[in-house]
């Protein structure tokens, strides 16, 4: 038995040392949004500089349409719009822009004033994020750096932090 819990524990400490954070990705030492450029479902250009400034908060989300946690996680997002205003949505992906509209498509993601949603053709998300699971979540306020969800978030949590709670 002693053994069995033993094992246990093994597993779980290394699963969670794992889902940690890369100490060596640049957002771990820049708190600032980063610099960005991203094709959006509906062919635009938009990068850091051009996004709209009327909101509070920017949620980045790293997601792949293929992924069922993303999906979950566009799901809610998508029932509990409503609560969340002032946030401007980023949906970055790596994958084919044929399935980011698709995805874009089933969660009603596309046309929404507050949501942009694409691919980051030069990786720079990617890259300074580092992320080792999707869906990645990260949280700026005001341009700069308020949480990071290595393995997207519960809408509550979300809330609370939009909330000041």
Not at 18 to 37: G, I
Request: net charge positive; with cysteine; hydrophobic share 40%.
């Amino acid at each position: 038995m002693k053994y069995l819990v033993l094992c246990l524990l093994c597993v779980g400490l290394s699963s969670s040392l794992w889902a940690q954070s890369d100490p060596n990705a640049p957002y771990q030492k820049d708190k600032n949004l980063p610099n960005f450029s991203l094709i959006s479902v509906d062919g635009k250009e938009v990068t850091n500089k051009q996004m709209p400034t009327k909101y509070k908060y920017t949620f980045i989300l790293i997601f792949s349409p293929d992924c069922s946690h993303c999906e979950h996680e566009a799901e809610e997002l998508n029932k509990n719009m409503d609560k969340f205003k002032d946030v401007l949505f980023i949906w970055d992906s790596y994958r084919d822009m044929e399935a980011i509209k698709k995805f874009a498509t089933k969660y009603n993601l596309a046309g929404k004033p507050n949501i942009i949603i694409g691919r980051d053709p030069g990786f720079t998300l990617p890259v300074f994020f580092r992320p080792r699971m999707t869906p990645f979540m990260a949280i700026y306020k005001n341009g700069l750096l308020v949480k990071i969800f290595e393995q997207g978030a519960e809408v509550g949590d979300l809330l609370k932090i939009v909330q000041g709670n």
